[in-house]
């Protein structure tokens, strides 16, 4: 049956439809590959006064965990490899020294003020620490200019065929995707229904994302 929206769009009295946004501690931030996802946080963070930390800024807080980037991407590489057993990986002692470094790094960033976290913890792990927070997830769907931003980082500046450029977005998306399920929750990396706000940068663009969530940090 059909409903009437404007008879019944005004419900009072009703917490189910009147619940109010309250400013978060956190914003978790994940990122698809060529979304521009880390641009727009730094630019949210700009905007809002706020911290923006990813991977390198995390390990920087815990230098007596001995975790670098080269560690970590020692490590992908092995968990995104063809047969990986995720669920042994989760149990070995170099999982549990590089997530450890993360999470504890993650608490350190909470403790000093508001931050937004671009990968490598969840709203769920955030929440554990009795801190308020908002997932969201950028991501793009035009494959010419995620090709175009892909050659603009280093790491794929020498490549051009489109196909080895696709594959380079593929690798990196797998990494992601294969960390956030080495975390052992039941949420998807990339399923909308992980995520309080899913922004596709390229309908709305890098710089109106930024907006947008540098308004839910500042209510």
Not at 194 to 218: K, N, P, S, V, W
Request: proline share 4%; net charge negative.
């Amino acid at each position: 049956m059909a409903e009437d929206i404007h008879k019944i769009a005004n419900p009072e009295g009703i917490v189910e439809f009147e619940r109010g946004y309250v400013v978060p501690d956190c914003v978790v931030l994940d990122s698809a590959y060529c979304s521009m996802g880390r641009m727009v946080a730094l630019r949210a963070c700009d905007a809002a006064g706020w911290t923006m930390h990813d991977s390198n800024t995390l390990l920087a807080l815990v230098p007596e965990c001995g975790v670098t980037m080269d560690d970590v991407e020692a490590f992908e590489n092995e968990a995104t490899a063809e047969g990986a057993d995720l669920a042994a990986l989760r149990e070995s002692d170099e999982y549990k020294r590089i997530s450890g470094a993360f999470r504890l790094a993650a608490e350190r960033a909470l403790n000093q003020g508001p931050c937004l976290i671009h990968d490598r913890v969840t709203k769920a792990f955030v929440e554990s620490l009795g801190k308020t927070c908002v997932s969201a997830m950028t991501y793009a769907s035009d494959r010419p200019a995620m090709r175009v931003r892909a050659q603009y980082s280093p790491v794929y500046a020498h490549l051009t065929d489109p196909d080895e450029l696709d594959a380079a977005i593929a690798h990196e998306d797998a990494r992601r995707r294969t960390w956030h399920a080495l975390g052992g929750d039941d949420t998807r990396w990339g399923d909308p229904a992980t995520y309080d706000l899913m922004l596709c940068t390229d309908t709305i663009g890098r710089d109106f994302a930024a907006e947008l969530l540098a308004r839910l940090m500042q209510g």
